[in-house]
């Protein structure tokens, strides 16, 4: 009896052991079309960009493993909230929506909402789209805050339709294609299809400024907290801002190419 207690005590602290030995593994739930903050690397196939690089720089400094899951933006929150995720990194924007369902770590980066336009385009200005008498098609990615805010400024207020497109790439593809009048969306992404799309152009003025964060679900505060400590020490000594300078200035040259 003491021999078989005794090889059970053994068996399990090397089952421990091996627990501990292998780090734990968080998983971040991203939309990859929304180029530079993450988006599928050509060569590699892997999902990559300014999300993913600082999150796996967070989760070294933390000591996890990182897998990264793309899913559909309208997911996102729904699933950090569920625990079938254990934060989000999407270039979403905090809102006070948002914030009733999931907690947001400090922020990262500033988004701006902006037009696309063929380049040939009677809109010249986001005030084009909401003056008396405008009918015009606007698309954006489903679920977003361009959504948000061209649902409530447009389609609410009776200057227009709202098509909503799974992801900003499907959006600008019904641009291309003579579907849509024009596309809201992120100011990075924006540069990105523009430069990567013949014949369209991004509208001088800006619609709405956001501040873009991580998401966790409100019971996870250890980890938030774990993850804001990472995030300020990766600020501090220039690791962030490195990893996002790099990918804003290819990002330019792309669009200065074009
Ligand atoms: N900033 C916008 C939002 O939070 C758009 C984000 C879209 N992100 C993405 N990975 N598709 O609603």
Partial sequence: MKKIMSMLLVLSMLLMGAAMAESETLTMATNAAFPPYEYYDDETGEVTGIDVEIAQAICDKLGYELEVVDADFDSLVPGVQSGKYDFSMAGMTVTEDRLQSVNFSDTYATGVQVVIVPED?????????????????????????????????????????????KTGTDAVLALTTGKLDCVIIDNEPAKNFVAANEGLKILDTEYVVEEYAACFAKENTELLDAFNGALAELTEDGTVPAIIEKYLVANAEEAAAE
């Fill in 121 to 165: 385009s009677a809109i010249t200005s986001i005030d084009d789209l909401m003056t008396e008498g405008a009918d015009y098609s606007v698309g954006v990615q489903q679920g977003t805050t361009g959504d948000i805010c061209a649902t409530e400024d447009i389609e609410d207020a009776g200057f227009g339709t709202v098509e909503r497109f």
